[in-house]
Each structure stands twice: as structure tokens, then as C-alpha cells.
């Protein structure tokens, strides 16, 4: 059994570390990351939109070039992690470079690079649904909520 005296001990040390820490650590320049999240997500999103309009340009409906959209960014972002580029956007932009779908698409793509090694079955495949699972498990949630509340509200 621990000693009351010693976890009152313990207690404090962890908190004179804490604000040791605190003191040394140098604050992130919140407007410079700010500014650089909104001008690299919106960057990605004039990317979609022009890959978009490509797509409307050749006489596709909107609802019929969404899906190529989505597969060409998704290609894109594939891509551009493979040549380790993404990554230095994604150190650079921080949440401006997760916009959705790449940001996504650079995650599977990562975590298959990273772990290769371990053949394609229990490296590459177990390791990128570790990523890609949530997603989906809380997207089909998300959608089977949506709908109840839809059909609940008569909309």
C-alpha cells in the first residue's frame, strides 16, 4: 500500500514539473499557422473546384463529375505523399492540408508506406484499416443518424 505522504509527493513534483515545462516551451505562432491552414486548405479547394469544372467542362452534370473529382484528388494526394511531399505540406499548414479527402488519402497512403516491410496483408492492409476504419464506422454512423432523424422529422 502507498504511503499517503509519498502520493502527496509525487503530486507536487509532477506539478513543479508541469510548470517547469510550461515556462520552456515555446509558444506556436497561432496568426502564422491560422493564416497558413486557411491559405493551404483554400488552395487544395480551388484545386478540387478547378479539377471540377475539367470535369463539367466535357459536357458532365454536376452530381455525374463529383465522383472523378473525388478519385483525381484522391490520386493527387496519393501521389504527392509517395514523393514525400505531402508531408512537408502537411508540416507547413498543419489542419489547412486535412482538408477531407486528401488530407485522408494522405493518411491511408502514409501508414501503407510506413509499413510495407510487414507484407501486404499484416502490414499494409492491418495498418491502413487501423486508419480507415474509424472513418468509416463513424461515417456510416453519422449517415444511419442522419437518415432516423430525416425520416423522424418528416424532411
Known amino acids: 500500500m502507498t504511503h499517503p505522504g509519498k502520493k502527496k509527493q509525487h503530486a507536487d513534483e ?7 515545462v510550461a515556462v520552456h516551451v515555446p509558444k506556436p ?3 502564422r499557422n491560422l493564416v497558413a491552414a486557411f491559405v493551404v486548405g483554400g488552395l487544395i479547394s480551388v484545386l478540387g473546384q478547378a479539377v471540377l469544372n475539367a470535369f463539367m467542362s466535357t459536357g458532365m452534370a454536376l452530381d455525374e463529375a463529383s465522383a472523378p473529382t473525388l478519385a483525381t484528388m484522391i490520386l493527387i494526394s496519393a501521389v504527392l505523399t509517395g514523393l514525400s511531399i505531402y508531408h512537408h505540406v502537411g508540416e507547413f499548414a498543419g ?3 486535412a482538408v477531407p479527402i486528401t488530407g485522408f488519402a494522405n493518411t491511408i497512403v502514409a501508414a501503407a508506406m510506413d509499413f510495407k516491410r ?6 499494409m492492409g492491418a495498418k491502413m484499416f487501423i486508419i ?3 472513418v468509416i464506422v463513424y461515417g456510416i454512423v453519422a449517415g444511419v443518424l442522419v437518415s432516423a432523424i430525416r425520416w423522424w422529422t418528416g424532411m
Open 29 to 31: 505562432p497561432l496568426v
Open 132 to 134: 480507415a476504419g474509424p
Open 118 to 123: 510487414e507484407g501486404f496483408v499484416l502490414g
Open 14 to 20: 509532477q506539478a513543479q514539473y508541469q510548470r517547469l
Open 95 to 97: 489542419a489547412g492540408a
